[in-house]
């Protein structure tokens, strides 16, 4: 069970008052009164900077969230948990994790032996993935920008599907499966790629545009681009 962050928060900070007391009983009242003044600010200023900006839907297998806040124990995921702004989320071999943003009409899978952190602010969002395997699906337009990071480029969610393999030696490798996916190399020009086309960097700088063929992908993930491209052509 998880209890609010404010309230295990202010537990603390009575529990420490209460022993400083013991110790100090010769401290006036007065200011007593402003280091209890100044502990409430500053608990109320962490509650507000912990807020949910995305709901677990789905898991399967062993996952794993450790919260942004050292208040909170990490603990494993499970549907209908909050996840909160800076969380990291880390899957098992043969695991999956399904969420949902609260604010957008995106949705992420990560699977097998993956690490992920979410970002976000008034203007932007960002999915960290440290490595791993993601499928994002964009199905709109947001009011803030959506984005992935990886150790070697920015991704632009934008109406678009993307699956994503991430290693953690020396490559990531980002496929079109449905639109057009902008993205961003580290020290390099802009690049895009349309659905059917997959890319990949390499630590060197590298860069590789080819088409995707059925052994690339992992099958349930090659059924969606068959099914997107079949509807295209219609």
């Known amino acids: 069970m998880i209890f609010p962050v404010k309230t295990v928060f202010n537990a603390i900070i009575i529990q420490f008052i209460f022993r400083v007391m013991k110790c100090y009983p010769a ?3 007065t200011r007593w009164f402003i280091f209890i003044i100044i502990l409430y600010i500053l608990s109320a200023y962490i509650s507000a900077n912990i807020k949910p900006i995305a709901e677990v839907i789905q898991v399967k297998g062993e996952v794993h969230i450790k919260p942004s806040s050292i208040e909170m124990i990490d603990e494993f995921a499970i549907a209908g948990r909050s996840i909160n702004n800076g969380d990291i989320l880390s899957s098992t071999l043969g695991s999956q994790l399904e969420f949902q943003f609260t604010s957008a009409d995106i949705q992420v899978t990560s699977s097998d032996f993956s690490e992920l952190r979410i970002d976000c602010d008034y203007q932007s969002c960002q999915i960290k993935l440290n490595y791993g395997n993601l499928f994002i699906k964009s199905s709109s337009k947001n009011q803030i920008n959506f984005s992935i990071l990886t150790k070697y480029s920015v991704i632009l969610l934008d109406e678009n599907e993307v699956w994503i393999t991430s290693s953690m030696g020396n490559k990531d490798v980002v496929y079109s499966i449905m639109g057009t996916t902008t993205i ?28 995707i063929t059925q052994q690339m992908l992992p099958h349930h993930i090659h059924e969606i681009l068959d099914r997107n491209q079949n509807f295209k052509e219609e």
Not at 202 to 210: D, L
Request: hydrophobic residues 30%; proline residues 3%; glycine residues 6%.
């Open 184 to 211: 961003y190399p580290v020290g390099s020009e802009e690049q895009t790629i349309e659905l059917g086309e997959r890319l990949s960097l390499e630590s060197n700088s590298e860069i590789s545009t080819e088409i």
């Open 27 to 29: 401290i006036n009242f």
